[in-house]
């Protein structure tokens, strides 16, 4: 879960009352946050990775004014028309496709507000952009702006900025390489031939994004009026950001400005920040039955004020309607959670279940999971997690295979999350390919569930438990992997047979099936230069995948 740091006058100032230390810690739980400590004034604490909009002290403020009564209900922000526009070219649609803006007025910063909006913009980066990777942000000096912005991608070599801390005037292939920051996220612009480029109408350079602002755009406790732009290949990540921010600068008495971002193709025109309120109706015969407690209409109406929702009573059902800022509702339950957390957990009475008359235990593929994890450690790799939901780029044509039938999502909301995987190795070769300015050699491993269409399943669909790891080094081979998995094998006391094999995404001659009692239960190889080159990794790389009910280790009563 995400730590930050806060100063506890500035978050007391927020909240506009002095917070005694001692009662502090509760507080910060009935808005779930915790509290690790404080040391020379500055406030240690852990928010939930649902709730980004706590990643800031403004926002966490908001959150107390609502628990000790100060203010209640739905906070509101109005917007103004800012008159500016971001045109986007359609270049960058190969470097780093989405932009959206929005400009802040009247913002006072002193010391506290200024450290904890770089605060907020570096916690952002690491969470919500996966370390600039899925969502960017550049924070300027609007005074200095000339607006209407463009955004394109330009040659680097052509691209003359003084970079933010420097004294002097570089291109921008220069500044990947001569600053700390451009040598720390030069692998998010690929070979750096081209870059992202946002420019005024003077033709001044605000930001190479993801990378660095210009010093010409420098914010400091002088400056009242605020640019920002985020940029990313997700749009919907990049404008949950945007909104996160500006509201929280709007705590600070800043009016939030909209900008128009223009674009030739999709999405068209758009106008951000997108500040419009969303709702959930849940009945409350619902609520009172999930927690327990027999809470009235109006009672739930409101605790849910309490925690900055807005709540109106609807007959024996209640309308919530949920702030811009808060993206973690997405069923009925999530509201019980807040009248739950308003209510204060440590007042609702836990009770055994009469029906229950069994005992849970832990089911053998967990077992033998936990053994392979162990395993996989023991012999010198580090544990991944992806989602099981990607896309279809990542899991066929990234990797050559040739498309077949996988479950796919109905509504999605991306298409980055458009199907479940029916494979582990795709998506180690995708963390492969964005971490290859990590230190080598980088020796990974998943063990996670697949997902593949059954017809025979009653819902058309089975769970398999799998293992894939990969090796990629300067120097790397088949031998090397095919060592670490035999290791793997013979530890789980498996007997097993190995015929060379052809697959799409490895290298034909380097590549075998693993057999067990006479069936395949998995791959190894070394993988295919072309799906290297496809992912830009400049590394070789060796794998393997094992299906684990397929190694006959899970008897029928476990073991």
């Known amino acids: 879960m995400p730590v930050i740091s806060v100063s506890y006058s500035d978050l007391c100032r927020l909240v506009g009352e002095l917070i005694p230390m001692e009662s502090l810690g509760d507080l910060l739980a009935r808005v779930k946050v915790g509290f690790e400590g404080e040391e020379e004034g500055e406030l240690e604490l852990e928010v939930t990775a649902d709730r980004l909009d706590l990643v800031t002290v403004e926002g966490i403020a908001r959150a107390l004014k609502g628990v000790m009564g100060k203010e209640a209900g739905l906070p509101r922000y109005d917007t103004f028309d800012s008159g500016w526009e971001i045109r986007v070219d359609p270049s960058v649609e190969r470097v ?30 690491q969470t919500l952009g996966r370390d600039r990777r899925k969502m960017s942000m550049g924070i300027h000096n609007a005074d200095v702006i000339e607006p209407p912005i463009s955004y394109a991608a330009e040659p680097s070599d052509r691209v003359r ?17 001569r600053t700390e920051k ?5 692998h998010l612009v690929g070979d750096g031939s081209v870059v992202p480029v946002l420019r005024d109408s003077k033709g001044d350079v605000l930001s190479i994004p993801p990378i660095l602002n210009g010093e010409l755009t420098r914010v400091t406790e002088s400056t009242r009026n605020l640019f920002i732009d985020v940029t990313g290949p997700d749009l919907r990540a990049i404008s949950q950001a945007l909104v996160l921010i500006t509201t929280a600068l709007a705590e600070r008495g800043g009016r939030i400005g909209t900008v128009a971002v223009r674009y030739l193709g999709e999405p068209g025109e758009l106008i951000t920040p997108d500040l419009s309120t969303s709702e959930l109706t849940v009945d409350v015969k619902y609520v009172n039955s999930v927690m327990g407690i027999n809470l009235t209409p109006e009672e739930i109406s409101d605790l849910l004020r309490r925690v900055r929702l807005g709540a109106e009573v609807q007959g024996d059902s209640v309308r919530v309607l949920i702030p811009p800022y808060r993206f973690d509702f997405l069923h009925p339950v999530d509201v019980v959670e807040e009248v739950a957390q308003a209510v204060g957990y440590d007042r609702l009475e836990p009770e055994l279940p009469a029906w229950v008359s069994t005992f849970g235990r832990r089911h ?17 790799y580090q544990e991944i997690l992806n989602y099981v939901m990607t896309s279809r780029e ?8 040739p ?19 029916d494979s582990l190795l795709p998506g180690v070769i995708a963390f492969l390919a964005r971490n290859t300015g990590a230190p080598l050699p980088q020796k990974v491993f998943e063990v996670g569930d697949v997902v593949i269409p059954d017809e025979s399943a009653e819902t058309g669909a089975r769970d398999e438990r ?46 075998a099936e693993i057999l067990v009692s006479g069936e395949v239960a998995g791959v190894v190889g ?34």
């Open 96 to 125: 780093r496709p989405y932009v959206v803006g929005a400009v802040v007025e009247g913002v006072e910063l002193d010391e506290d507000a200024l450290v904890a909006l770089m605060r907020a913009q570096e916690k952002l980066h």
């Open 161 to 177: 900025f003084v970079p933010l801390g420097e004294a002097e005037e570089m291109t921008a292939r220069e500044m990947l390489s």
């Open 182 to 186: 451009g040598r720390e996220y030069a």
């Open 364 to 380: 053998p593929i967990e077992k033998v999971s936990a053994l392979v994890r162990t395993l996989m450690i023991g012999l010198g």
């Open 394 to 401: 990542v899991l066929f044509e990234r990797v050559l295979r």
């Open 403 to 421: 498309e077949s039938p996988v479950v796919e999502v109905a509504n999605p909301v991306t298409a980055s999350y458009s199907v479940l995987r």
């Open 466 to 511: 799998r293992v894939c790891a990969a090796i990629a080094d300067s120097e790397v081979g088949f031998e090397d992997i095919q060592a670490d998995l035999y290791a793997l094998l013979r530890n789980l006391n498996v007997d097993f047979e190995v015929r060379q094999a052809r697959h799409p995404t490895l290298l034909p001659g380097r590549t």
């Open 526 to 559: 070394e993988v295919n230069p072309e799906v290297l080159e496809l992912n830009k990794i400049k590394t070789p790389v060796a794998a393997f995948e094992l299906s684990l009910p397929a190694l006959k280790i899970i008897g029928p009563g476990g073991r």
